[in-house]
Structures are given as C-alpha cells and as structure tokens.
C-alpha cells in the first residue's frame, strides 16, 4: 500500500468478553456467555473505517503469539497496511478481560503485554506525514503516552489529529492531555468522560468547553447507540 488517508495510533489487545447476570464485587455468579474479539478502540475504529474503503494503516506492537497472529490477520482481511504493527518477540498480545451485564455495566481488566514494548525506534514519522489523519487512543502505560505526545508534537501541520483519551486517559486530566488536545481536530468521549475533563455536570457545556480550546468537531456517546455531534458551526 502506497499511501493511507487515515493512521491508527493505539493499543491492540485480544479482547475475552464474558456475559454475566450482573457485574459484582465479591460475588459468585455465573457466565452466560463469552467470545474472543479483537480489541483496542483506535484499532476498531481503524478497521470500521478500512471496511468502508477508506485506506488505513496502524502503529502497534503484538507478541508473536497467537494472539498476535490473529490480531494481524484480523487488520490484513480488510487490508489495512500493517507495515507499522511491530512483533515483539517472546512475548505475549495485549489482553482485555471484560465482563458485562444485561444493564449495560461492565469491567474491564487490561493485561498489557506487547503494547508496553512499543518505543519510539518503533514509529515511522514519515509514515505517518503523508497521512490526512492520525486517530489516537490509549496505552496503559506511560512511556507510550509519553510516545504518542511526541508523534503529536513532530506532526506537519497537514495531518490533523482525532483522539478518543478513553477512561485511561480521561483520569490523567487535561492539564496532561494538553499537548494532545492542542492539536486535536475531532475528539470524541463518552457523557461521563467529557464530563470529568471539563469538570462540569453537562456534556453540552464540556463539549462547547473544548471547542472554544480549538476541537473542530466533538463527538460525545451518550449510550444504547446515541450520540451527540457538536461542532464549531
């Protein structure tokens, strides 16, 4: 693949997703059901966006495990170039054990794995310039936020940037998240999420709180398939 219009930039994990009766805490109960997903939601929302045409790549780590294995296959059934996807030898795929509940609850337990080893040697700025957008999402540690922070901040003007922080980077602030939120065009949260950015009790007033600090476009789900969009217009 020559070019992408569209560079993913986020975990990847195998996602274990159980259905349970409720989601509790010290409690017994029983499973009604599971499935194995591929995961990561910059990884999702790149391979949404490949099946509808549009040409993408991803920047990740994998083990070189099975896991990994499907996690690849899963990006190259829908052609998104996985050039930028490094395979960490000897080592184990990121793991999203997630429990979830007829009311919409649910728990997510992140075993890292490969996605921790991802460095900066790792990451084609090139690659990622000639590019029209870069979609980030979270990483459970640090030294890939700190990763992501750079890619932003060495971006030419010509890429813009969408960025979904997720509860991970939701609960770092955006005293933290501000060299990201600088430069992002399209940002999108959850109603509690923005919320807790923008530290008010309406999302309306948080998503209106981002757009006046330069987000062109914010996109906030609001459950059972809702969203609001809001933008500068």
């Known amino acids: ?3 992408v219009r569209v560079v993913g930039f986020g975990a990847m994990n195998l996602d274990e997703l159980y259905q349970v009766p409720s989601v509790l805490a010290d409690h017994e109960t029983t499973i009604e059901g599971h499935q194995f997903l591929p995961g ?8 949404g966006l490949a099946k509808l045409g549009i040409s993408t790549s991803f920047i990740g780590a994998v083990g070189d495990d099975e896991a990994g294995k499907l996690l690849l296959q899963d990006f190259r059934d829908v052609r998104i170039d996985t050039s930028q996807i490094k395979i960490k030898e000897r ?4 793991l999203v054990l997630g429990l979830t509940d007829h009311k919409g609850n649910r728990a997510l337990y992140v075993e890292p ?7 900066k040697e790792d990451i084609s700025l090139e690659h990622i310039g000639q590019a029209e957008l870069i979609h980030l999402s979270s990483f459970v540690d640090d030294r890939q936020f700190e990763l992501q922070k750079w890619v932003v901040s060495n971006l030419p003007q010509s890429v813009k940037v969408s ?3 997720g509860a991970i980077y939701t609960r770092k602030g955006t005293d933290a ?9 399209i940002l999108f949260t959850n109603e509690s999420e923005i919320k807790k950015l923008a530290n008010t009790k309406f999302f309306t007033v948080g998503a209106k709180h981002f757009l ?5 476009i914010v996109i906030v789900t ?3 398939g809702t969203i609001q969009k809001i933008n500068t217009s």
């Open 113 to 119: 794995g490969a996605n921790n080893l991802l460095t």
């Open 91 to 94: 080592e184990k795929s990121g």
């Open 1 to 3: 693949m020559d070019s």
């Open 212 to 216: 006046d600090e330069g987000c062109q």
């Open 222 to 224: 609001l459950g059972r």
């Open 177 to 185: 998240l501000s060299p990201i939120l600088a430069r992002t065009h």
């Open 163 to 165: 960025f979904t922080p």
């Open 40 to 47: 990561g939601s910059a990884a999702n929302t790149i391979y």
